[in-house]
């Protein structure tokens, strides 16, 4: 599974970006798919998941409110929407997935793409 990143760039305070990330290859049982975000000096740390089926999704609470998750199975593509965007929201965003249930766990997290620089700055 090679998993590509896109939509990212830079974004003034209170705007808004579109990320997306388009899984090919060969596919085997992948369930949940997840983003993570990542700055400079930092671990990884979750965003959010959707389920196979997006009827599952989960956010963290930083994002709670201000991020949506969606996915088109037709198209292997997942969407992270991000409004209200806040200079603390800066990072390297990447997307994973998991054969397993949603998890916010890195971990547990098989394929990752190559991420997308988010910058919220003035």
């Known amino acids: 599974v090679q998993l590509l990143e896109s939509g990212g760039g830079l974004v003034q305070p209170g705007g808004s970006l579109k990320l997306s990330c388009a899984a090919s290859?060969?596919?085997?049982?992948?369930?949940?798919m997840g983003w993570f975000r990542q700055a400079p000096g930092t671990a990884h740390e979750f965003v959010s998941t959707?389920?196979?089926?997006?009827?599952?999704?989960f956010f963290a609470e930083p994002v709670r409110g201000r991020f949506t998750i969606s996915r088109d199975n037709a198209k292997n593509t997942v969407y992270l929407q991000m409004n209200r965007l806040k200079p603390e929201d800066t990072a390297v965003y990447y997307c994973a997935a998991t054969p397993a249930d949603g998890s916010v766990n890195p971990g547990d997290y098989s394929h990752w793409g190559q991420g997308t620089q988010v910058t919220v700055s003035s």
């Open positions: 959707i389920s196979r089926s997006g009827r599952f999704t």
């Open positions: 290859g060969r596919i085997f049982n992948i369930d949940s």
